[in-house]
């Protein structure tokens, strides 16, 4: 049978759907003819493995038996693929965080949520096959109104997986007067760090022991005032909290190998990885059996149903008893069975044979190919009772919660609803119908202009102040200093200002500004060099979500940059062709995104420097704009540029317009476009060599009717009616 596994990016380094893409291929390869298809991909990240881009995806679709798609709420493309031809599709969903963790304060992480649920409640009813990573999402599914006969269990890939597991063992009982807790997952809202801060505060005020907290995980700057909750929570706790963000793999190993406990306090999860990895190591848990972990956890004696912060506490006090330690150690090598390489390879070869069965066609497999692997947790005995008593002991002796209960959290098995999903929408739409969007009013004209003021971005390295966004000197360049606000915006001609404070020392960098929107994708690229940032034109043609401004240093940051806001306006709207610089052929050019660049000296005078066509163009007068920058500030480079009509059947078409003058000043050429539907190729040459390097943009021309004499074109209406007479 040839299956193919399709993922969006494989690109990340902790991505957890891109490994267990990687690793669905690498099993189904041993069984079937599989190849492995990505949107976006970066091949060292995988060496072992053969990445298809998505036009070979879409050249092999007819001659794929079936297709897995691992679904990631985000990629409309592909979901409306899958529902046009939902019989030769099985999607992988690895469940989704639901829309309520974030709709206080991240809107857009709501949005794309509720999205994602939607798109599997469609799913549903177009009765497409599921692979999920538990049964807890296999439930979900039914909410939605799958048929659980069409959706199998398959436990997620995780590089551990192959791991010798004396690599990874924890170094043991560690007497004293600290305790070393330990949490490993992504900085985002429903992993429950409040819950881990309040336990390890409890600990540390009710106990003898001092308490580190240690904290591993993606931060998502987008998040900040999340983050900014953490901090303060972190500054107020008894206990002492570390935060690492992203580690590399010895930094990891030595994190679990001296930690005394792996807390985990999650309030959703569609499996809970970190959870196996961590008792594959050897290390204790302690754990809120919420959503998945409910089921996968069901006989750990330290995993509780309840939220209760003074039996997390206790569990992790009793720990410290040898005896307590070690059987509870013996408990969960039983655990190791139930997530192992064996049993993902059986799950997956099973249900792939399953429900290609169901599909009724060529590539289906006999049933005896096709076995369902059964993966429980361990049977309770002797030794569970003993650390339920230790702990119950350990929890006489700690006093009374006031309080600690009452903070914001999730319950155990909290399903997402149909319901649920028709009460966002409606949310999100009725504020969409109520113009709350300030660049609604912007666009229908109740206002000319709006500040987007310094806390709607978001930034990878900085600070945020009360009036700027402040990005020190030394920062990295080449990245995305800041990005936002990811807001609606309807369909019109705008004009963009981005406003920094001046700098002391006029080192200013270059900076490229990305204008991106969610179904648009990058729309329009600018390089400018700082401060001269403001007159930024752009055209949305329909209206879209995610408006997003990024801005990237291509220089290093040698001095502090102060950003003080964005200004939007309205624009005139202008009958317009673009020409984009990627459309034109530039021999010698760094290819940027959304734009070309030319070093300094590179180009000998009379080397044609680019050339292109545009698209079809209305006849009559036009405006033609080549927009180059000498973002060097170096003398001006001389060039002349000839502009032709497209001449279909080969050579050269006739001239229509032949200039010389500094490259930079190439804006407002005039054209008189011979007749509709014309073509017309742009070349510029070199007239002299130029010191500062060049960028260009790309090309825009304009339609330029004549204006018209209101006394002259009576008088023409005035003959044409003689002449009738």
Same mark, same amino acid.
């Given at each position: 049978m040839r299956v193919g596994v399709i993922v969006q990016g494989l690109f990340e380094k902790s991505d #957890?759907?891109?490994?267990?893409?990687?690793?669905?291929?690498?099993?189904?390869?041993?069984?079937?003819?599989?190849?492995?298809?990505?949107?976006?991909?970066?091949?060292?990240?995988?060496? !072992?493995?053969?990445?298809?881009?998505?036009?070979?995806?879409?050249?092999?679709? #007819?001659?794929?038996?079936?297709?897995?798609?691992?679904?990631? !709420?985000?990629?409309?493309?592909?979901?409306?693929?899958?529902?046009? &031809?939902?019989e030769k599709f099985i999607v992988r969903w690895h469940n989704n965080t639901p829309p309520w963790f974030y709709v206080f304060k991240?809107? &857009?992480?709501?949005?794309? #949520?509720?999205?994602?649920?939607?798109?599997?409640?469609?799913?549903?009813?177009?009765?497409?096959?599921?692979?999920?990573?538990?049964?807890?999402?296999?439930?979900?599914?039914?909410?939605?109104?799958?048929?659980?006969?069409?959706?199998?269990?398959?436990?997620?890939?995780? &590089?551990?997986?192959?791991?010798?597991?004396?690599?990874?063992?924890?170094?043991?009982?560690?007497?004293?007067?600290?305790?070393?807790?330990?949490?490993?997952?992504?900085?985002?809202a429903h992993k429950g760090h409040r819950n881990l801060i309040h336990v390890c505060d409890f600990i540390a005020r009710h106990s003898p022991y001092h308490v580190n907290l240690h904290i591993v995980g993606r931060r998502d700057t987008a998040l900040d005032e999340y983050n900014s909750e953490i901090e303060a929570l972190s500054a107020a706790s008894a206990a002492e909290v570390h935060v690492y963000g992203e580690v590399s793999e010895a930094k990891l190993y030595e994190l679990y190998d001296t930690a005394d406990v792996f807390l985990f306090l999650s309030e959703h999860e569609g499996f809970g990885l970190p959870v196996f990895e961590a008792m594959s190591r050897n290390l204790p848990l302690v754990a809120w059996r919420t959503s998945a972990l409910d089921d996968l956890l069901e006989s750990h004696p330290l995993a509780f149903k309840a939220f209760d912060i003074a039996h997390f506490a206790a569990a992790v006090l009793a720990l410290k008893k040898p005896e307590v330690r070690a059987r509870t150690l013996?408990?969960?090598?039983?655990?190791?069975?139930?997530?192992?390489? !064996?049993?993902?390879?059986?799950? $997956?070869?099973?249900?792939?044979?399953?429900?290609?069965n169901d599909q009724q066609g060529p590539g289906a497999l006999p =049933?005896?190919?096709?076995?369902?692997?059964?993966?429980?947790?361990?049977?309770?005995?002797?030794?569970?009772?003993?650390?339920?008593?230790?702990?119950?002991?350990?929890?006489?002796?700690?006093?009374?919660?006031?309080?600690?209960?009452?903070? $914001?959290?999730?319950?155990?098995?909290?399903?997402? /609803?149909?319901?649920?999903?028709?009460?966002?929408?409606?949310?999100?739409?009725?504020?969409?119908?109520?113009?709350?969007? /300030?660049?609604?009013? $912007?666009?229908?004209?109740?206002?000319?202009?709006?500040?987007?003021?310094?806390?709607?971005? /978001? $930034?990878?390295?900085?600070?945020?102040?009360?009036?700027?966004?402040?990005?020190?000197?030394? @920062?990295?360049?080449?990245?995305?200093?800041?990005?936002?606000?990811?807001?609606?915006?309807?369909?019109?001609?705008?004009?963009?200002? *981005?406003?920094?404070?001046?700098?002391?020392?006029?080192?200013?960098?270059?900076?490229?500004?990305?204008? =991106?929107?969610?179904?648009?994708?990058?729309f329009a690229v600018f390089t400018r060099r700082l401060p001269h940032t403001r007159g930024m034109a752009f055209h949305i043609p329909a209206d879209d979500s995610d408006f997003e401004i990024r801005a990237t240093s291509l220089d290093p940051i040698r001095e502090d940059i102060l950003f003080q806001k964005a200004v939007l306006r309205r624009a005139a709207p202008r009958d317009a062709v673009t020409v984009s610089a990627e459309a034109f052929t530039a021999p010698g050019a760094i290819h940027l995104k959304g734009a070309l660049e030319f070093p300094a000296k590179a180009h000998a005078k009379g080397t044609v420097l680019l050339s292109g066509a545009s698209g079809p163009l209305g006849k009559g007068p036009h405006i033609l704009d080549m927009v180059f920058r000498n973002i060097g500030y170096q003398r001006p480079c001389p060039v002349v540029l000839q502009v032709r009509a497209h001449?279909?059947?080969?050579?050269?078409?006739?001239?229509?317009?032949?200039?010389?003058?500094?490259?930079?000043?190439?804006?407002?050429?005039? *054209?008189?476009?011979?007749?509709?539907?014309?073509?017309?190729?742009?070349?510029?040459?070199?007239?002299? @060599?130029?010191?500062?390097?060049?960028?260009?943009?790309?090309?825009?021309?304009? /339609?330029?009717?004549?204006?018209?004499?209101?006394?002259?074109?009576? *008088?023409r209406k005035l003959t044409r009616l003689f002449r009738k007479k």
């Open positions: #957890s759907i891109g490994y267990d893409a990687v690793l669905q291929h690498k099993l189904l390869r041993q069984a079937h003819d599989c190849t492995l298809y990505a949107e976006t991909s970066n091949p060292a990240l995988h060496p !072992d493995v053969t990445i298809k881009g998505m036009d070979d995806f879409h050249r092999d679709f #007819s001659g794929l038996d079936l297709v897995i798609y691992h679904f990631c !709420d985000g990629w409309a493309e592909m979901d409306a693929f899958v529902l046009k &031809r939902p991240q809107k &857009r992480f709501a949005q794309r #949520s509720l999205q994602g649920f939607e798109v599997i409640a469609d799913f549903a009813a177009a009765q497409v096959r599921l692979l999920t990573n538990s049964r807890f999402t296999s439930e979900q599914f039914a909410v939605l109104g799958g048929d659980r006969n069409r959706a199998e269990v398959v436990y997620p890939g995780s &590089r551990y997986l192959f791991s010798p597991p004396e690599k990874f063992q924890n170094a043991g009982d560690r007497r004293g007067d600290v305790i070393n807790v330990l949490f490993v997952g992504r900085f985002v013996a408990i969960q090598q039983g655990f190791g069975a139930l997530y192992a390489l !064996d049993v993902v390879k059986r799950q $997956l070869l099973g249900a792939v044979g399953t429900l290609a =049933a005896a190919t096709a076995p369902q692997a059964e993966a429980t947790p361990p049977a309770e005995g002797a030794n569970h009772a003993f650390v339920r008593n230790a702990l119950e002991e350990e929890r006489a002796r700690l006093p009374a919660v006031k309080g600690a209960n009452a903070f $914001l959290h999730d319950f155990s098995g909290h399903y997402v /609803s149909k319901y649920d999903l028709k009460v966002f929408r409606t949310f999100f739409d009725e504020q969409q119908r109520n113009d709350i969007n /300030s660049m609604g009013n $912007l666009a229908q004209g109740r206002v000319n202009a709006i500040d987007l003021a310094p806390e709607a971005f /978001s $930034l990878h390295h900085g600070e945020k102040k009360p009036d700027h966004l402040l990005i020190p000197a030394g @920062a990295p360049h080449r990245k995305h200093i800041f990005f936002g606000p990811y807001a609606d915006i309807k369909q019109g001609h705008y004009e963009l200002d *981005l406003v920094f404070a001046a700098q002391e020392g006029g080192s200013y960098p270059r900076i490229r500004v990305e204008l =991106a929107s969610r179904t648009h994708g990058v001449n279909p059947g080969g050579g050269e078409g006739p001239l229509l317009q032949k200039m010389e003058g500094d490259i930079t000043q190439l804006r407002k050429v005039p *054209l008189d476009v011979p007749r509709p539907g014309t073509r017309v190729v742009m070349e510029v040459a070199m007239l002299g @060599a130029f010191e500062g390097d060049m960028v260009f943009e790309g090309a825009q021309i304009t /339609s330029n009717p004549p204006a018209t004499n209101p006394k002259a074109k009576g *008088l």
